[in-house]
């Protein structure tokens, strides 16, 4: 397709917090955005025009293929068959269809690592768990179900023979010793040409596996980032991929970069792109997909982001505590996702501090995360 | 009223690039919009809740307290009227009504300034300017119409007496011998707690008597920085205005800081903090409206605003040129305002450009000018 200029309309599979930050991070490049998804999605606020339906049904796709110039989808969970059809009959779409396929299938995503000599855990598959034989394997594995893992969800450490799999089909890794995990976000435009985000470090919550802090720039040495960068770099490529990518990396015991997954969309680990860095990984995904040149990624700050996740044992619309004494903290900027109803561990919103020194606002955010809490009315 | 929390509904009078930009801006903080304004709005499709109607219209705005928690407006010709009744029946709003009629009478503006000793040019008013008698007076004078200016309507120059008056209400001031037009956003809390924006240096088109360019720091000394600063917040606390305010100011060939107007609401001079700032001036304002603590100032980057005005001659819809060459500017970000019309001189959008020094934003900017314009479809 030739370069989208305003006001073209640019269609977003997915309204949640990524399609929602989307928007009001690059409506001011003049562009107009349709959006489907559920009723209550929380970017349905501010679409120019919002398709409610299923990310799994073919004819909703097809609706908002009709209604945009250009499409991209904020979660991989969608009927890669009906983007396949919408695709081969000439609807733009970044990334591609084949680009969500191979990452959709953790097994696939794994082989195109392996195929292109790129470093990841050792690993093998087993599409019926339940029935193999472990026996003769090594423990600890991680394993990963191929298919429809999010937020921790589709992930078991099985610490010998003993503890039973998941049922689905899987892949099985060897527990990487961690010594950091690290992630990149990588633009790329339609032509190749490419923009690379600082890394960063993220910390997991271990009671729910999900990612809760970020930190930019990592703490770790210039070799160790310029690999990082390197190898993010290298599986963008590989997967021939246009947009923004999140790129999750290990940083192990021996101080090797090893690959562990690719996001083919905005990603956690960007959010503090959008007050930390010149252009912020929103912006730079509707860039790329709209054949605009990439924006300038350098950090202007340190920064230090939180997930704000749904209180344990929450129900009901969500119920903010500590909001005043979190934003009276200098350099924290809070981002609420509107959504209707709390749960526990889902996430509900983030906030991002940035300061002069690493140090200060890694304090500032642990300070935040003291006092701001998202429960439900119940 | 009680301080807002999310997802309270902050009620925007005027849906026009400065509602836009608010919303795009601080709809992170969690807060739900109603809109005001007629059907081509380019805030509409931000809005959660959009009411149709004109600023004038009591009923509308009535409409409009009725679906929101606390008012605020992004331009000053509105039903004042309307608004006094409102807030006397208990509809929280800030700036006050008291605030704005205040302002939207330039006379009653600057006898304010002379009432509190605030410096300003010397000036005199007439009621009815077609039969006054100008024959003793100093020219050249600028005359400013009591009511209704905006972007450079209602000013005119009168050289000398043979110069025919704008038949309006006026105030007739003497012309400052200028060496720098500066401007200064304040915001000030419902306790009165401030914060204080970097003083920006503005520059105006003297075809259009439009400002089309805002430099962030003011290139002067820290002393001149300092006067303003504090003239700034002076007429603010003498308002006593809650929200955002942007404060025009002269700097004479003499070196002294006078008052020259207020806005009260976020200001093209300060559209520049959404790149520039660790808090912008349209976060700042709902956290001021909504009774949160203010954010910080703190300024990140040098950085160079142009506006993009409607070409000479333009008519129908907008067709930006240039706009692959400009967002290829390291550090450029472009707000287009979505507006259906382009007009000669319309505020059509805005970009700024950040930069590690002065120098380079200064460059960047003008080589931008150069290629980006927009006109209209015809």
Redesign the interface.
Same mark, same amino acid.
């Given at each position: 397709m030739k370069?989208l200029? *305003? *006001?073209g309309i640019i269609g977003v599979i997915g309204g949640g917090q990524l399609g $929602?930050?989307l928007?009001? /991070?690059s409506?001011? $490049?003049?562009f /107009?955005f349709a959006v489907l998804d559920a009723a209550d999605a929380p970017a349905k606020?501010?679409? =120019?025009f919002f398709i409610e339906g299923s990310l799994k049904d073919a004819a909703a796709l097809g609706k908002l293929a009709g209604a945009c110039d250009v499409m991209t989808y904020e979660i991989e969970h969608i009927n890669t068959d009906a983007l396949d059809d919408l695709y081969s009959r000439g609807h733009p779409m970044y990334p591609s269809p084949t680009v969500l396929r191979t990452i959709q299938d953790k097994l696939s995503q794994k082989e195109l690592f392996v195929k292109k000599g790129l470093p990841t855990a050792p690993f093998f598959a087993e599409e019926d768990p339940a029935t193999a034989d472990f026996s003769s394997k090594q423990f600890p594995l991680v394993q990963k179900t191929r298919k429809g893992g999010y937020d921790g969800k589709g992930v078991r450490v099985l610490q010998s023979a003993a503890d039973s799999p998941m049922p689905a089909p899987s892949l099985f890794e060897d527990m990487v010793s961690i010594d950091k995990e690290l992630a990149v976000m990588v633009a790329r435009g339609r032509s190749g040409e490419l923009a690379v985000f600082p890394v960063t470090e993220m910390a997991f919550n271990p009671e729910h596996n999900i990612c809760d802090t970020v930190i930019a720039p990592a703490r770790v040495d210039e070799k160790t980032a310029a690999a990082a960068r390197e190898l993010s770099v290298s599986v963008v490529q590989a997967l021939d991929g246009v947009g923004i990518f999140g790129v999750e990396l290990f940083l192990d015991t021996q101080g090797r970069v090893l690959l562990n997954e690719v996001a083919p969309r905005p990603h956690n680990s960007g959010h503090y792109t959008m007050?930390a860095c010149?252009?912020c990984q929103f912006?730079q995904h509707v860039?790329a997909l709209a054949g605009? *040149?990439l924006? =300038?990624t350098?950090l202007? /700050?340190p920064a230090v982001m939180l997930n704000l996740l749904g209180q344990p044992g929450s129900a009901g619309s969500?119920l903010?505590q500590g909001?005043?004494e979190a934003?009276?903290v200098?350099?924290l900027? *809070?981002?609420?996702y509107?959504k209707i109803d709390c749960r526990p561990f889902r996430k509900m919103?983030h906030f991002t501090v940035?300061a002069a020194t690493l140090e200060d606002a890694l304090e500032k955010a642990e300070y935040a995360r003291t006092v701001l809490k998202i429960g439900g009315a119940g």
């Open positions: 370069t200029f *305003p *006001p $929602l930050m928007i009001y /991070r409506k001011k $490049l003049g /107009r606020a501010l679409a =120019d007050e010149v252009t912006e860039r605009l *040149p924006g =300038d350098t202007l /700050r969500p903010v909001y005043e934003v009276n200098p350099g900027s *809070p981002h609420l509107g919103g940035t």
